[in-house]
């Protein structure tokens, strides 16, 4: 018996032993040096705990082409989005959502019957995108569209909310902050005199906050010329300040 009884219990723990996460490969590293913009300004240290981040997202999700081949470098670049956002904050994966979709282009919504280029849905833990926007956000870097750090902000968002492995992640304090600077901001918006954010941002506290991601990286200057306590706190609670370039403050690994 002791034998069988050995290799059940060997077999048991070799099958719930955590996976190693693969290391990053070399061409995708060079995917990141070639188009990613946030990551050529990083550090040695800084860089590697951004392929750890892009490898955590990339390998935890499962992916899909939509009217679309699914290339490896849309995997990587798509990842690297995600590790943008959450370069400062404690190792997360927006465990949440393990599904991602990509599109070719805008598709129409089940959900509003409306045209997208990106969604979010916490119910099905899915995150879709359109690849031709994707590209279009950095491609105008100083534009403040983006449409990939909107949806993973979005993601960012309910991943804090929803019970999940890594829930709860945001300092209560600074979120309640936020929340209150932002319901004044969204007011202003809709009594049209807000400042720099456009209209999107005043629809409810989610796309405000997915939003203010995009202008916090894309137009980090003008979001503290014109909302410096906005800006200032959304610095804390991602722990990274885009102006702090070129190494943004982060949590060490
Ligand atoms: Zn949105």
Do not use: C
């Amino acid at each position: 018996m002791p034998v069988l009884v050995v290799l059940l219990i060997v077999v048991g723990v070799a099958v719930f032993l955590p996976r190693p996460m693969p290391r990053i490969t070399a061409a995708q590293r060079r995917v990141l040096e070639r188009y990613f913009l946030y990551y050529g300004r990083l550090g040695p240290a800084e860089r590697a705990r951004f392929e750890r981040l892009v490898m955590g997202f990339l390998h935890s999700k499962e992916w899909r082409g939509v009217g679309v081949d699914l290339a490896p470098e849309m995997q990587v670049m798509i990842s690297a989005s995600a590790a943008q956002l959450l370069f400062g904050l404690p190792d997360l994966t927006l465990a949440h959502f393990d599904r991602i979709l990509v599109y070719d282009d805008a598709y129409r919504s089940v959900r509003s019957g409306r045209l997208h280029q990106g969604e979010v849905n916490p119910g099905q833990g899915t995150i879709r995108i359109s690849w031709a926007h994707y590209l279009e956000g950095y491609a105008r870097p100083h534009d403040a569209h983006n449409v990939a750090l909107h949806e993973m902000a979005h993601a960012l968002w309910f991943e804090d909310i929803v019970p999940n492995a890594e829930d709860d992640f945001f300092d209560p304090a600074l979120l309640a902050r936020w929340k209150a600077l932002a319901q004044d901001e969204i007011e202003r918006i809709r009594a049209r005199q807000g400042g720099l954010l456009r209209d999107y941002a005043g629809t409810n506290q989610e796309e405000f906050f997915a939003v203010a991601v995009e202008y916090f990286f894309e137009r980090p200057a003008d979001f503290q010329a014109e909302l410096p306590e906005l800006y200032g706190t959304l610095v804390a609670l991602l722990r990274q300040d885009p102006l702090a370039a070129p190494a943004p403050i982060a949590a060490r690994p």
